[in-house]
């Protein structure tokens, strides 16, 4: 995915083991760097996934979903509890880099002429997707949406989802695709058709997808500033969040408390 932007540009990210993952120790632009770089060189989809307390606990557990992520080209460290941990352990990981981050931050470059501009969206209801493109065409109009694919909300995907979403990517001739679906449907999804989508980029980016379409209001800059991003979600989605915040978290930090690891 290297462009005019990233010409030059040589560089090697340091992964932090995380409970075992190798989590990205380094700033927003640092990641985007990698991510062109990475494109540049490699002759099958880049991959980018995002690593929170809750999405590790349960990798624990699902050997498929673990293999999902240890697979990913790039684990960004996407929650505070990634962060905290680090500290922890006295580690380097000093900042989230979310996926709305990459997102935005990858569609900037896409402007600038530096990334691959044929996107296609993967995920969430017909209406967010509708707005997505809405949305793109007026704050990054150098982007070109090819396509958008909604497919059947259920548990798990039959092979013959699988085969339609590909084909649906692969006849748009896109080159990045980004994936709005729930974890770990999205990462064990791109493990298993990452090989067979033509695209140079494939992007696991889960509640993008409601924030950027403004269907889901993201936490205040104060609160994300403050590491609480994920409280006023919590009080408006408590149903939906209160597993991750009072299981998945003070799991996590005692997984990390435990474990006996520290960064090399």
């Given amino acids: 995915m290297e462009g005019r932007l990233d010409e030059g540009v040589r560089v090697t990210l340091r992964r932090e083991p995380v409970l075992g ?6 700033s927003l632009e640092s990641c985007l760097d990698e991510l062109a770089q990475l494109g540049g060189a490699s002759s099958r989809p880049v991959v980018l996934a995002c690593a929170n307390p809750h999405s590790l606990v349960i990798a624990r557990k699902e050997p498929t979903f673990r293999a999902a992520l240890l697979a990913a080209d790039l684990l960004i460290p996407d929650g505070v509890g990634i962060v905290l941990a680090s500290r922890l352990t006295r580690g380097e990981i000093r900042e989230r880099v979310t996926g709305t981050d990459i997102f ?8 600038l002429g530096g990334l691959p501009r044929r996107a296609f969206f993967l995920g969430s209801t017909v209406e967010t997707l509708d707005a997505i493109r809405v949305k793109m065409a007026l704050e990054f109009p150098g982007v070109e949406l090819v396509g958008t ?5 259920r548990e798990s995907f039959t092979e013959e989802d699988d085969d339609a979403m590909v084909e649906a990517v692969n006849a748009a001739r896109s080159e990045v695709l980004w994936v709005g679906m729930t974890a770990p449907k999205q990462e064990m999804l791109i493990a298993r058709i990452r090989d067979r989508v033509d695209v140079r980029f494939i992007g696991a980016v889960g509640a993008v997808f409601d924030f950027f379409s403004e269907r889901v209001e993201r936490s205040h800059p104060a609160w994300q500033g403050a590491g609480l991003e994920w409280l006023p979600r919590l009080v408006r ?3 939906r969040l209160w597993r991750r915040t009072f ?15 520290r960064p090399h």
Avoid: C, I, K
């Avoid at 935005?104 to 402007?111: A, I, K, S, T, Y």
């Avoid at 694919?149 to 909300?153: G, I, L, R, W």
């Fill in 237 to 239: 989605q408590p149903r």
């Fill in 104 to 111: 935005l931050g990858f569609n900037r470059r896409v402007e």
């Fill in 149 to 153: 694919y909604s497919p059947p909300f």
């Fill in 247 to 261: 299981v998945s978290a003070p799991h996590f930090l005692w997984l990390v408390l435990t474990s006996g690891r």
């Fill in 21 to 26: 993952f190798p989590v990205a120790a380094a």
